[in-house]
């Protein structure tokens, strides 16, 4: 029973426009979602996360979006960068719940 | 500062084999994760500990797998017998008290069992 769902295998993205990471979660339990970054050969790194209270969080030029009642969330990144190629991994937690729940991944690679 | 540090980076072993993993957590890091990541199921958790204690172990797949921690600084995962399916990256993660919900990993270390 996959929690939460990364439809997309890859995606490939001009540099410097947007690239959209998509993902689904089935859990209504979960309060808090997180993204991370994975580089081959390296483990995932934090990127953003975004509360269940918050449609939206930025941090530079990354944006996710929450919408509960889709179960959806999604990033943003504007402009895309050579540096952001990478596989993204979405995650879930419940509340009071230490442990994240990640999807699949996503692999973006930026085309010059 | 040091991150989380796995060892063996890699392991290759023939099927039937015990194989250990090893994690040493960042410092002052209360909670430690196992997690096994696949092509097909992405990054699943295995197990993990709060002060050394397992919380959460219904990721192991089977009994072939054990992790211990006996102390704060250190835990191991074992795989006895090993098997091919059990070919993946397996990291290990670890956070801190009231940590925000971010967790930090490990490079990971490779598995191939022939």
């Known amino acids: 029973d996959q929690q939460v769902k990364q439809n997309s295998p890859s995606l490939s993205v001009q540099e410097g426009r947007i690239s959209i990471l998509n993902c689904d979660y089935t859990?209504?339990?979960?309060?808090?979602f997180l993204w991370y970054k994975k580089y081959p050969a390296e483990g995932p790194t934090f990127l953003i996360s975004?509360?269940?209270?918050?449609d939206k969080n930025e941090d530079g030029r990354f944006t996710v979006f929450l919408n509960k009642s889709a179960k959806h969330l999604s990033l943003h990144i504007v402009p895309s960068q050579p540096g952001d190629s990478a596989v993204y991994f979405c995650?879930?937690?419940?509340?009071?719940?230490?442990?994240?729940?990640f999807g699949t991944g996503t692999r973006l690679t930026i085309i010059p | 500062d040091a991150g989380v540090i796995q060892s063996p980076r890699h392991e290759v072993t023939e099927m039937g084999q015990e194989v250990t993993l090893r994690c040493k957590p960042i410092?002052?890091?209360?909670?430690l994760f196992w997690y096994r990541q696949t092509m097909m199921r992405g990054l699943e958790l295995l197990i993990y500990?709060?002060?050394?204690?397992?919380?959460?172990d219904s990721g192991m797949p089977e009994d072939r797998f054990s992790a211990k921690m006996p102390n704060a600084s250190f835990s191991t995962l074992k795989i006895q017998p090993s098997e091919p399916r059990d070919s993946a990256v397996y990291f290990c993660?670890?956070?801190?008290?009231?940590?925000?919900?971010?967790?930090?990993f490990g490079e990971g270390s490779w598995l191939t069992v022939v």
């Open positions: 993660a670890s956070s801190p008290v009231r940590s925000g919900n971010t967790i930090y």
């Open positions: 859990n209504s339990m979960f309060d808090y």
């Open positions: 975004i509360s269940s209270i918050k």
């Open positions: 995650a879930g937690r419940g509340e009071g719940n230490e442990k994240l729940t």
């Open positions: 410092s002052g890091h209360n909670s």
């Open positions: 500990f709060n002060n050394n204690v397992p919380i959460d």
